[in-house]
């Protein structure tokens, strides 16, 4: 599979993502510059962690801007996959893609450590290869990552079965514990959690691989359709 | 400005240019001749110190120092102090402390990698200086995380430790490394008359002017208004600047590059002169400038962050600036190489500066100051009676105080797991970082120890370097090269420079012992305060090589397990006791001596130690360091798992528990019997302890139970001492 690694300027976790899936996964990933206005010819499209455009006015709301988003925003119409890690899911929460606000931490500080999280359904291109229930322990390393909104989007949220990650321990204020949602397709998915920092058993923890490796899977399945 | 020279440097100056110098032209004295840049009090007895070994690629002189780890891989890193600005401004000023360090790793082609911090403050709890120390202390963690965070580098490690000395003076040091290919190595020089001098990055403000020569004041009362001497840091710009420069370095268009950092234009541009032996001219109406009416004096001593001088190859610029274009920076032809060995500054063609580049830059005045006295000191040599009345209480006091207790509150604001290259981060006895590109991962380690320093400094340094090395040892790796920050009062003052001088003394004598030799560093003096100097402070970075593989930890992992010392219980005295933390937090005094070193038997310590993690036989690892035995013991229950251990010695309980005497190692183990034979193959003792245990620490002596505590309670204390420190309740 070819997997598609925006690079804004600011990304810093561009490179993370690529090693994990090129080399903890062993598929081809590439890196698509900010100002392109295609994706290219890829499968997937990781928007990654970082500060694009230096993140400060509010964070991912330059990057809503760039060309790429417009070109990422095509491919997703077209049932194309996009996994926001971190400074992605800002972004597509700031691009409209997903809904609420990514605000800043509860105790408004910057947190990297190690959380558990709960796979909240399996019914989505990201959590396919996962059980129900699963507990993955996977780093978090950001200064606005509470996730916001009103109770009527929390509500529908949950009622459409969209929340698929969890905090155990909320490490930022988070309302209903919220880590990761996916749009009403089910295929763009934003998550504060850094799956690619989890992918390799030398880093402590391999449980971030079932996020990439469902991806995989679920287009190894389309494929075969 | 008025000039600052003194009067027989002001003589230097005229004998150099024949002439007066014009306003900039002394500017520019002053900013290179400043203690900062010219190293003008230290340099001479900087030069005593062992600086090559087969791995040594480039030692000091350069913008940081480079090692070779095999496999055509090399590693640049560097220490530096960002002491006076962090003070006047903690935020900025510790921000623009790590940008300053990172541009000096990448602008040698490297990539950065990890960076670590040494803070020092006064007390959070200090009557008087408490509040605004928790400020400082709170600055400046945001300032490092706000930098590094951005920019994408993980921050690994570091030490935090307060101290009355650091009221009016805190210290921040940042260390950076970066890796990069042998043939990816570029230096500060501008070669090829004629080749374009080409200015990159961000544009000129006045932010900034004379930072470095305030850098190497004293602090008075005054020092307020010195806040616009303090540089503004922009991450984002300075990512930018990194990935424009590996790239524009890739097309081989560019000859020689150097940072703009201390004192700016002026330095960079006489520095890359005079390494290449030519000169330079430049016209400052080409220099992108953000303000409108700047003097040629405020140009050139500009502090303005993220900007570098780069030589470009004659007919190639374009190159150049197409990367530079591609990454949105400014990229400006501000001047030419020439071949008249001179710095040649216009404004708008008329000459404001004509000095030659090699007199500005490497000819300094250096000063034999004064230093044939003893080093400062006030604190007696005899100890005070002391007897414990409740020793489980005595290692509560000291688990949460500043010093020992956990420090996750700051580092979890550090990103310390981006690039995915963080084996083990902060908390550790050492970081290890993995290169991707080989099996060989990078430990390192940052030590001071101002208590030790001030009893006596040139022991003390011989101390923090041991440790030092220990810590690497500790989790496998073999010390290779060091880095060394030296945080001094006023050289001025003969007890001072007396400091300084064992100090470095010390330093020369362990890194030739333990073949850690100074690849570059940095030196901070006149941290004074009304008068008042900080401790000596010298602070060390040491790195080891290492196979890459799973790390092993401080906390036991596992019931059952053997608890072993290697090295032994070790010895001590009531003089040896005094730069302790029992004698700093429980008795709230200091006296007497360091901890006595033997480094031939810290070194078999070491080898012994590396082999024991090497063969797998060490399921835990922990260097015995500040708080003695019993502290250690306490941080080995971190993940939950005791111990029920008899410490048999012949000292009295204070002692054996507490005393801090150096060459020893705490390992849990299935194999005693293993352990205990490497140790002896390499001479040392090897004390089996007890067993690892649920929840409870029992520590007895061979009559009675010393300490029995719950695991919980340790933790407890350990890891909230921070937030209690930084958050009084008010009653």
């Known amino acids: 599979m070819r997997f598609g690694v925006v690079v804004f300027p600011g990304s810093n976790c561009d490179h993370d993502a690529w090693y994990a899936f090129s080399q903890n996964l062993g598929h081809s990933a590439e890196f698509i510059w900010h100002d392109s206005h295609s994706v290219g010819d890829v499968d997937a499209v990781i928007l990654p962690g970082g500060f694009s455009y230096g993140d400060y006015l509010r964070c991912g709301a330059i990057a809503k801007f760039s060309p790429v988003m417009g070109a990422v925003r095509k491919f997703a119409d077209q049932g194309g996959l996009v996994l926001g890690i971190c400074n992605g899911f800002q972004i597509l929460v700031e691009c409209g893609f997903l809904p609420g606000a990514l605000i800043r931490n509860r105790d408004l500080r910057f947190v990297c450590r190690d959380v558990t999280l709960r796979i909240e359904t399996t019914n989505s291109p990201f959590t396919c290869a996962a059980t129900k229930g699963q507990l993955i322990r996977v780093p978090v390393a950001h200064g606005e990552g509470c996730y916001f909104a009103d109770d009527k989007i929390l509500d529908q949220l949950e009622a459409e079965d969209r929340v698929i990650v969890r905090y155990m321990d909320n490490p930022n204020g988070s309302l209903r514990d919220i880590a990761g949602i996916c749009n009403e397709q089910r295929n763009v998915m934003g998550m504060m959690p850094h799956p690619e920092r989890a992918a390799d058993e030398l880093l402590g923890s391999t449980e971030g691989r079932v996020i990439l490796e469902s991806m995989v899977a679920s287009l190894v399945t389309k494929a075969g359709k | ?731």
């Open chain 2, 1 to 731: 400005m008025a000039s600052q020279l003194p009067p027989d440097e002001m003589a230097k100056v005229r004998a150099i240019l024949q002439r007066e110098p014009t306003e900039t032209e002394l500017g520019i004295f002053n900013v290179m001749w400043s203690e900062h840049c010219s190293y003008k009090s230290s340099k001479i007895h900087l030069k005593t110190l062992p600086t090559e070994n087969p791995r040594v690629l480039v030692g000091p002189g350069e913008n940081a120092g480079i090692i070779d780890i095999g496999d055509n891989i090399a590693i640049a890193f560097k220490i530096e102090s960002h002491n006076h600005p962090s003070f006047i401004e903690p935020f900025q000023g510790a921000a623009t402390g790590v940008g300053g360090i990172l541009r000096d790793i990448f602008t040698m082609g490297a990539r950065p990698i990890a960076v670590m911090d040494a803070i020092r403050f006064g007390p959070l709890d200090d009557p008087q200086n408490g509040e605004r120390n928790r400020r400082i202390l709170t600055g400046v963690v945001e300032g490092i995380a706000h930098y590094g965070n951005c920019f994408g580098v993980p921050t690994v490690g570091g030490e935090t430790q307060f101290e009355a000395c650091y009221n009016g003076n805190p210290l921040v040091n940042v260390f950076a490394l970066g890796v990069f290919k042998h043939d990816e190595i570029f230096f500060g020089k501008a070669t090829g008359v004629g080749n374009p001098v080409i200015y990159v990055g961000a544009k000129t403000g006045r932010d900034g002017i004379q930072g470095a020569a305030m850098a190497s004041e004293e602090f008075s009362e005054n020092s307020a208004s010195k806040r616009p001497n303090v540089q503004v840091g922009d991450p984002f710009m300075e990512k930018l600047l990194l990935e424009a420069c590996l790239e524009a370095m890739h097309t081989g268009a560019i000859v020689g590059i150097q940072d703009m950092g201390a004192a700016g234009l002026t330095c960079s541009t006489c520095e890359m002169g005079s390494r290449a032996e030519t000169g330079i001219e430049i016209d400052l109406k080409y220099v992108p400038q953000r303000e409108t009416g700047m003097t040629p004096y405020e140009i050139m001593l500009s502090e303005s962050q993220e900007r570098m001088l780069l030589v470009a190859e004659k007919g190639r610029e374009e190159e150049v600036f197409a990367v530079f274009r591609k990454w949105g920076l400014d990229a400006a032809t501000v001047g030419v190489v020439t071949d008249t060995n001179k710095l040649i500054v216009r404004d708008h063609g008329e000459i404001v500066a004509d000095i030659p580049n090699r007199e500005l830059a490497d000819e300094a005045p250096l000063y034999d100051r004064p230093h044939n006295v003893k080093p400062y000191r006030t604190a007696p040599m005899e100890a005070p009676k002391f007897e414990s009345k409740d020793l489980k209480a005595d290692l509560l006091t000291m688990l949460a105080s500043g010093d020992l207790c956990s420090k996750r509150w700051i580092w979890q604001q550090y990103d310390y797991t981006v690039r995915t290259n963080t084996l083990a981060g902060p908390g550790g006895d050492a970081a290890i970082i993995r290169i991707k590109e080989t099996d060989t991962s990078i430990a390192m380690s940052l030590d001071g120890n101002g208590r030790y320093c001030y009893l006596d400094p040139r022991e003390g340094t011989k101390l923090l370097i041991a440790e030092c090395c220990r810590n690497l040892s500790a989790v496998g790796a073999e010390p290779v090269a060091a880095t060394n920050n030296l945080n001094f009062g006023n050289p001025e003052r003969p007890e001072i420079m007396a400091q300084l001088v064992e100090s470095i003394q010390g330093i020369g004598e362990a890194c030739r012992f333990f073949d850690t030799p100074i690849t570059g560093g940095n030196v901070s003096l006149y941290n004074e305060t009304l008068g008042e100097a900080i401790w000596p402070t010298p602070v060390m970075g040491i790195v080891g090589l290492m196979k890459t593989g799973l790390p092993v930890t401080i906390p036991f992992k596992n019931e059952g397990r053997t608890v072993m010392l290697l090295g032994g219980v070790g010895s001590s005295d009531e003089t040896r006791m005094g730069g302790t933390q029992y004698a700093k937090n429980v008795l709230k005094t200091i006296w007497g001596l360091p901890p006595a070193l033997d480094m031939d038997y810290e070194k078999r310590v070491q080898t012994a130690t590396r082999e024991v993690v090497r063969a797998g036989l060490a399921e835990s690892s922990h260097d015995v360091g500040a708080g003695g035995l019993a502290v250690a013991l306490a941080e080995c229950c971190a993940n939950g798992i005791g111990a029920a251990l008899e410490v048999k010695s012949t000292l009295r309980p204070e002692l054996a528990l507490f005393h801090e005497g150096p060459s020893r190692v705490l390992v849990s183990t299935t194999s005693p019997e293993a352990v205990e034979k490497i140790a002896k193959a390499h001479n040392i003792e090897c004390v089996r302890l007890g067993v690892t245990m649920k929840e409870q620490l029992r520590i007895d002596d061979s009559s009675k139970t010393l300490i029995d505590v719950p695991v919980k309670q340790l933790r407890e204390v350990w890891e909230l001492g921070l937030e209690g420190l930084l958050h009084p309740v008010h009653v």
